[in-house]
């Protein structure tokens, strides 16, 4: 019989933090990264990078890779992986845990305004502040390139032959996870009006909600993909005692 082993689709916070765990258990694991950015740390284990050319693609590699399992760890908004993992998986009858945060829950003091996608909420966020603050990744830019609505501060990891030039906005750099005093300043130095934000989920990214509720500042909220009907965990512990019960 072939030995247990794990496919982690990662680029996460939470992702890494499982990998981490991971690493001390005897299991051969493989940590798959888009490779979209360069990682500052890479888990100790194995690592592959780039798309695997679709969800067919996903499930040869699933069967000629043996894997057992995999844990899907990605991103709550990177829907187009995690739709390619439930199909892979069912194809190559491999068990597939979701692995994500809860998604963050407004207290008293956020001013969520709700967006279907990035276009409306580009939309929403030009008619109520004149200097937004875009936190989306570094996905879509072009929606903001030309639009002379307002200026737009657009924080991506780093720069890239990928990014458009803002004919009214600048870029920053700057790799989660973020703390509170550096998001207040970034708002404050920058007079930022509104937000722009998908809605995840974790602390690596929260500050910037903490802050904007602090300053009064409106936030877009750009709603999360549905989630497939994979099994569902939240912690690292929940993913590791699943992972327990499948090998
Ligand atoms: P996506 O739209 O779901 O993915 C696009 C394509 O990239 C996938 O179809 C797949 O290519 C490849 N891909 C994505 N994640 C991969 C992984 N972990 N390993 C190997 N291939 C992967 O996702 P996205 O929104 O572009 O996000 C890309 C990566 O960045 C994800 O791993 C995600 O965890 C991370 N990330 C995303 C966000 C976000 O806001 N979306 C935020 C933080 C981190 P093939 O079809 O060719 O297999």
């Known amino acids: 019989m072939a030995e247990p082993s794990l496919l982690i689709l990662g680029g996460t916070s939470l992702a890494a933090n499982l990998a981490r765990v991971i690493s001390s258990l005897k299991l051969r694991a493989v940590y798959s990264l888009a490779g979209r950015t360069e990682p500052t740390s890479t888990p100790d284990m194995e690592i592959r990078t780039g798309g695997f050319g679709g ?11 043996n894997f057992t399992a995999v844990i899907d760890a990605t991103h709550a908004h990177a829907a187009g ?20 945060e ?11 305004i709700d967006a ?10 030009a008619e109520i502040a004149s200097r937004v603050f875009v936190s989306t990744g570094r996905q879509a830019m072009e929606d903001f390139a030309d639009d002379p609505r307002s200026w737009w501060l657009a924080r991506v990891i780093a720069p890239g032959a990928d990014l458009p030039e ?7 750099y700057a790799r989660g996870p973020f703390d509170l005093v550096e998001e207040l300043a970034l708002l404050r130095d920058h007079d930022i009006g509104a937000i722009i934000s998908k809605y995840a989920g974790g602390t690596a990214t929260y500050a910037k909600i903490a802050a904007a509720r602090q300053l009064a500042i409106p936030v877009v909220m750009i709603a999360r993909p549905v989630s497939n009907d994979a099994e569902q965990a939240e912690t690292v512990a929940e993913a590791v005692t699943w992972l327990q019960k499948v090998l």
């Not at 969800?55 to 890779?65: I, N, T």
């Not at 803002?166 to 920053?172: A, F, K």
């Open 55 to 65: 969800a067919y693609a996903l499930a040869d590699y699933l069967k000629r890779e």
């Open 81 to 100: 992986i995690s739709a390619n993992a439930r199909a892979a998986c069912t194809q190559a009858g491999v068990a597939l845990l979701r692995l994500q």
């Open 102 to 112: 809860p998604p963050w829950v407004m207290v008293p003091g956020d001013n969520w």
């Open 166 to 172: 803002l004919s009214n906005g600048e870029y920053v």
């Open 116 to 125: 279907a996608d990035i276009t409306e909420a580009r939309d929403k966020a």
